[in-house]
C-alpha cells in the first residue's frame, strides 16, 4: 500500500459518511446485530487469521502478557458479538434534542446531536478494540478508520472484512468501517494530517503512542492517557471503609487506567489506617512504597521517590504519602496526579466538598473505588474509552461523547434588525 | 521579549488558573463591573496609546477599512464596558449539575460544569477582543494568553494592564489575564506548542491565520473559521418572505460569516422569486452572479463560476443557483458551503425536515435569516465567536461552550466486584 493511499481511503470513508449519519435507528440495530451474528458464524476463519499474528508474535519473543492481548479465541469472539449487541439496545444518540427554547423574536430554537463525522482510531494490540470501537462509531452514525498495531494486522483485516461484507449485504457503504490495511509509521502521519477528511482522532494505548499522535496531528484529539489516580484517606475516614476502597483500587485490576496509584493519608489518622491497610494490600502481593512519614509506621518499606508519585505502575506498587492537611493533599494531587481519577474517604461533608471543588480530575469521588470511572460503571453504556482531554468530552466516553451538537432554528420569516 | 520567554508567561498563567477555577460568582462579578469602570476612568490613556497604532497603520497606508477596525474611540470604549457589565450579569456556569442520576449500587453520579484552564485566542487587528474575550474567560474561570495582532499592540498592551491593574486590587492573580507582549511570529509558533501548558486555543481571523494555527498547534484548536452561507428558496417558498431573508442576509451586515453567500432556488419557483429578489438586492447595490438557468431570467448578470460558489464575499455579492430538487440543493451545499449557516424557506414540513436532517452545518434555520446564528440572538448571551469545529462546541460559543465537565460520584463505600 502507498503511503499516500491514506488520503483516498479517509476520501471514500468521508463520502460514504452522510449516508450513515441519516440512517434509522432500527437499521442500524439491525446491522449491529447481523455484524454479531457474522462474527459467530465466521469464528473459525477469525481464529485461522488470528494465528497468523500469535506465530509472528512468538517469532518476535514478544512477552506472554502482550501476546495474550493478541489472542482472539471462542470466548472473546463470543465478547465482541456480545458488544456489538449490547451497542444496539442502547439508545441512538442521533437526532436527540439536547435542549430547547423559544425566543421573544418567536424563534424556535434547538440543540440536536449529529454526529461527528469521520473518527480516526489509532490502538495497539487487542484486536477486539476493531469491532468495539467500529460498534460504537456506527451506532452513533460515525463513519470510522481503524489504525491498529502491526501485531494485529491479520486479526484487525479479518474482523473488518467481515463487518464490511455485513455492511454491503445492508446496502450501506462498506467505507464507513474501514481498516487501514497498513501499519507503516508514515502512513499513520500522513493520516493525521487530513484535517479536511477526518474529523477527530481518538489514540488509545501507552504514552509512546499518545505523544506520537499529539506530535503529529494536524486533526483534533481527544487522549486516553495514563492515570495517576489517588485515594486520599482524610482525618475522618472510615477505616475499614477506606481500606477496603484502597484495596479495590490497586487489587482488582492493577493494568487498568482506573487503578489507585497512589495513597495520602492525613498524619491524624496514618498510624491507625496505614497497618491494616499494608497487611490487607501485603496479603494480595502489593509492594508499598512511602514518604518518611508513612515509613516511621511501616518500617521496612521503600522510600518513594519523585518519580514514584507521578507513575503510572500498572502493577502490583503503590506509593502512600502522609500530609498535614487536606489542602496538602490536594496540592500533592495537583503537582503529580494526571487528572484522572480521585476519591477522597471522609465522614466530613466539608472537606469533601472542598476535595471536589478543588480539583479538576476528569471524575472525583467521595467514599468510592475510583475503579467506577468507567462508562458502564458510571451509566453511560459501552465506551470507546476515558477522555483525559476536557476539550469536548472529559471522562468516559460513550455514544453521547461521539456526536456534536448542531442548532435548528424553526421561524416564521424573521430576519435581523 | 525572548521568544521562550511565552513559556514563563503561559506557566504563570496556569499556575494562576486555580485560584481563579475556584473564585465564586459575587467576586467575579464585582470584578468584571470594576473592570468596567476602570476602562471608563482610563479613556484618556487608552486613547492616547490607540492613538500610537493607529500613527504606524497610517505610516504603513493601511487600508480604511482595516484602520476603523483599529480606532477606540468613547463610543468603543463604552461598548467594551457595556460588555463586561453584560457578561457579569450572565449565569455563571462553573459549578452548575448539567445532569445527574443514581446508580444501581446507590452511587449518586453527576455532570459539573468546571473550567477549561488556560485558553489561549489568538486574534487580528480588533482590539475590542482583548476585553470582550478576557471578560468571557474570566467569567467561566478560565485563565486567558491573548495574543492580538501587531498592528494593534499598544493598544492591547493599554487594556491588559489596565485589567490586570482591577485584578491586583482584587487579590487575584494578575496573570489569569495575560497580553503576550510581542507579536513575533516565532513566538506564537512557540505558544503553540505548549500543550502541558494551555488547554484551548480559539483563532479569531481569517485564512492565513486559521491555516498557520491549525498547521503548528500542539494544543487543541477549535476554530472560528469562515462562513460561506446558503439560503435555500424552495419550489413552496413565500415570495415575499425568501426575498425578505435573502435581503437580510446579504446586506444587512455583509463583512460578517453569517451573512449570505449563495442563494440556491428551486427552478419551478425561480421564474417568479427571481426578478423581485433582484430588484430588492439592486436597490441595495448588490452585485448578481448567476448559473445558466438563472442568467436566463436575469439576463446580463456576469457568470458564476466554481470559485464563486465556495467563496466568503463578506461583501455585496451573491451568487445564484437554479436547481432541479431539494436533493441537487443539499449536494450543492454539501459540496460547497462550509459547514456555518443554512436557512431553508419553505411552506412544506417535510422539506424542512429534510434539509435539518440532511445537512451538518452548525446552525440549520427553517424560514429566518441566516444573521440569526449568533449567541446573543439565540439567546447565550455574548459569545466569543462562533466555531466552525465540530469537536466541543459547535456554532456560537458562549459562557457554557468554555466550560468542560467532570463526574462527581458521591458513595458510601462502594467498591467494584
Not at 4 to 23: G, V
Not at 221 to 247: L, Q, R, S, Y
Not at 359 to 385: K, M, P
Amino acid at each position: 500500500m502507498k503511503t499516500n493511499s491514506i488520503k483516498k481511503l479517509a476520501a471514500q470513508c468521508q463520502q460514504a459518511a452522510p449516508q450513515l449519519a441519516t440512517l434509522d435507528s432500527d437499521k442500524k440495530n439491525l446491522i449491529l446485530k447481523a455484524m454479531a451474528e457474522s462474527l459467530l458464524a465466521n469464528r473459525a476463519l477469525i481464529s485461522q487469521e488470528n494465528a497468523k499474528d500469535l506465530r509472528a508474535a512468538e517469532k518476535q519473543k514478544l512477552k506472554n502478557a502482550f501476546i495474550d492481548r493478541l489472542v482472539l479465541n471462542e470466548k472473546r469472539i463470543e465478547e465482541m458479538a456480545k458488544g456489538l449487541e449490547e451497542v444496539a439496545d442502547l439508545p441512538d444518540p442521533v437526532g436527540k434534542i439536547v435542549s430547547s427554547w423559544t425566543r421573544p423574536n418567536g424563534l424556535e430554537v434547538a440543540k440536536v446531536r449529529i454526529p461527528l463525522g469521520v473518527i480516526g482510531v489509532i490502538y495497539e494490540s487487542r484486536p477486539n478494540v476493531t469491532v468495539d470501537a467500529a460498534g460504537l462509531c456506527f451506532k452513533s452514525g460515525n463513519a470510522v478508520i481503524l489504525r491498529g498495531g502491526s501485531e494485529a494486522i491479520h486479526s484487525n483485516k479479518i474482523l473488518g472484512k467481515i463487518l464490511q461484507d455485513v455492511l454491503k449485504k445492508n446496502q450501506v457503504n462498506p467505507s464507513v468501517v474501514t481498516v487501514v490495511p497498513s501499519t507503516d509509521r508514515k502512513m499513520m502521519v500522513e493520516m493525521l494530517k487530513l484535517s479536511g477528511l477526518i474529523d477527530l482522532i481518538i489514540p488509545r494505548g501507552g504514552e509512546g503512542l499518545m505523544k506520537f499522535v499529539e506530535e503529529h496531528s494536524k486533526i483534533p484529539v481527544v487522549k486516553h492517557d495514563k492515570g495517576v489516580c489517588t485515594v486520599f484517606v482524610d482525618e475522618t475516614a472510615d477505616i475499614d471503609m477506606a481500606v477496603h476502597i484502597v484495596e479495590n483500587g490497586k487489587v482488582q485490576r492493577p493494568g487498568v487506567c482506573n487503578a489507585v496509584e497512589n495513597v495520602v493519608v492525613h498524619e491524624k489518622i496514618s498510624a491507625r489506617f496505614l497497618p491494616p491497610m499494608a497487611a490487607a494490600l501485603g496479603a494480595r502481593g502489593v509492594e508499598l512504597r512511602g514518604d518518611e512519614g508513612t515509613q516511621k509506621i511501616l518500617e521496612g518499606i521503600k522510600k518513594a521517590t519523585r518519580k514514584d508519585w507521578s507513575t503510572e505502575y500498572l502493577d502490583l506498587i503503590l506509593s502512600v504519602k502522609t500530609v498535614a492537611s487536606l489542602d496538602e493533599a490536594i496540592d500533592f494531587i495537583r503537582t503529580y496526579g494526571s487528572h484522572h481519577t480521585e476519591s477522597i474517604i471522609t465522614q466530613n461533608r466539608q472537606n469533601a466538598e472542598k476535595f471536589i471543588r478543588a480539583l479538576d480530575s476528569s471524575c472525583v469521588l467521595v467514599n468510592a473505588s475510583t475503579r467506577f470511572n468507567d462508562g458502564g460503571q458510571l451509566g453511560l453504556g459501552a465506551e470507546i474509552g476515558i477522555s483525559t482531554t476536557k476539550l469536548h468530552a472529559y471522562g468516559p466516553m460513550g455514544l453521547e461523547e461521539l456526536t456534536a451538537t448542531k442548532f435548528v432554528v424553526h421561524g416564521s420569516g424573521q430576519v435581523r434588525g
